[in-house]
């Protein structure tokens, strides 16, 4: 009896704060994901994205990162902006015209967690995490019955599509758990994979991130780019989500976690002669600003001399 009602009181107050699904998952992994992991790390596919093979241990065991989880509650947010098309031909993906979600995400469930302390239990102890940490959060979350991953590598939930981020709590309480959606891509469906332009998606689920725009324009220091962007995109992409069916079908609503800031109105000029100090008022806070300036010129950069804005 407890248990269901801290599950239920925990899940309600998780929708209050602005998330849009919750679900409850057991620690252990039903599907390991680890041999997938080694297999893409093997085939270079993780470009320079080097800490993946420094924690495949604790991706694998939760246990490794909070010893006491006995429950791994995950939540849902949908990113999907009102305002849904860029005022210029620069092109940004849609997670970065609000504020960083990384933040954002971790403040609401810190709320939370200080109400499972507060209202539910004292003896309540939790790890909370937000992309960072070395956890397998979409396995997580599809365990949690949050949805099921595209064959463009995201999470697809059948309300939101994958214009969703994610986030959890690792809990040393026993909750109830859920079970994982029998919703699938469908077989003959290849539209995320054929959209993308630098053919980044190498087969299904798989991304070579070496070839990935988003990986280039955000996470590629390299002074220049070693791949021709022969889109419009300088910070993010959206092409295969946007090909994806179940997004065109998708429940839109602008989640107030998640405003426009002004730079989505920015013109090609704003962008071509941004300066360090419209960087730090405009972009600093949003997810823009883990790409840093410099990075982002070199975008900017890159795009205008192919596409001659």
């Known amino acids: ?37 080694q297999l893409y790390i093997h085939k270079g596919y993780h470009a320079s994205l080097h800490y993946l093979k420094n924690n495949i241990e604790q991706r694998n065991n939760i246990k490794l990162l909070f010893p006491e989880t006995k429950s791994v509650l995950m939540v849902l947010a949908s990113y999907y902006p009102e305002i849904n098309d860029n005022h210029a ?17 971790k403040a609401k469930l810190g709320e939370l967690l200080d109400y499972i302390k507060n209202e539910i239990s004292n003896k309540i102890q939790g ?16 365990s949690a019955g949050l949805g099921w991953i595209g064959k463009h590598g995201l999470l697809i939930h059948p309300e939101f599509g994958s214009w969703v981020v994610l986030g959890g ?10 079970k994982a959606l029998a919703m699938r891509c469908p077989s003959e469906c290849n539209l995320c994979i054929t959209s ?5 998606i190498v087969e299904p689920k798989i991304i070579n991130a070496a070839h990935c725009i988003s990986y280039l324009t955000v996470e590629n220091k390299e002074p220049s780019l070693p791949l021709k962007n022969p889109t419009y995109y300088i910070a993010g992409c959206d092409i295969c989500q946007l090909a994806c069916p179940f997004n065109k079908r998708a429940h839109y609503l602008q ?24 960087f730090k008022k405009y972009l600093a806070k949003t997810s823009i600003g883990r790409i840093g300036l410099r990075t982002l010129r070199r975008n900017i950069e890159a795009v205008n001399k192919t596409k001659l804005l």
């Open 196 to 200: 993308c332009p630098t053919q980044a």
């Open 255 to 278: 989640n107030k976690l998640f405003t426009p800031q002004a730079h989505v109105y920015w013109t090609n000029n704003e962008w071509l002669t941004i300066s360090t100090g419209s």
């Open 89 to 105: 031909q620069f092109k940004i993906a849609y997670y970065t015209f609000s504020y960083d979600y990384h933040y954002i995400i």
């Open 127 to 142: 790890y909370i995490f937000c992309d960072t940490a070395p956890v397998f959060e979409k396995s997580y979350a599809v």
């Open 1 to 37: 009896m407890e248990k269901t009602q801290w599950t239920r009181l925990i899940k309600t107050k998780a929708l209050s704060l602005g998330f849009n699904a919750v679900g409850i998952a057991e620690p252990e992994l039903k599907e390991i994901d680890t041999a997938a992991l």
């Open 169 to 178: 709590i690792a809990l040393n309480v026993e909750l109830e758990y859920d």
